[in-house]
């Protein structure tokens, strides 16, 4: 039903900046909420942020607030994570997922999204 595919990832020095993208397509809704997680090899998945696809309410992990910034664009159904200041623990690969249609959303809770992308690998160097 929908297709998420992100982009941008690579490899950045400790303190550099990276923007990653998610495009969007197939059936879509303007009730959804767009999530960025993250899992490094051995490690859990870790919710990044997330953004509420109509109002542009935004919600952070601890860990990146202040450094990441998530934006979205419904015209082209995409949403964006600006990463500035990274950090070599933001070495990962990045998901990110749709709620889809769904009520009563934990925007940090991964189960709570029904769409994911294949992810984007993020590397910082020391």
């Known amino acids: 039903q929908v297709q998420l595919v992100e982009s941008g990832g690579g490899l950045v020095q400790a303190g550099g900046s990276l923007r990653l993208s998610c495009a969007a397509s197939g059936r879509t809704f303007s009730s959804v909420i767009m999530g960025w997680f993250r899992q490094a090899p051995g490690k859990e998945r870790e919710f990044v942020g997330a953004i509420t696809w109509a109002g542009g309410n935004t919600y952070y992990a601890d860990s990146v607030k202040g450094r990441f910034t998530i934006s979205r664009d419904n015209a082209k159904n995409t949403v964006y994570l600006q990463m500035n200041s990274l950090k070599p623990e933001d070495t990962a690969v990045y998901y990110c997922?749709?709620?889809?249609?769904?009520?009563?959303?934990?925007?940090?809770?991964?189960?709570?999204?029904?769409?994911w992308g294949q992810g984007t690998q993020v590397t910082v160097s020391s």
């Open positions: 997922a749709s709620t889809g249609l769904r009520v009563g959303v934990n925007p940090r809770y991964y189960m709570d999204y029904d769409y």
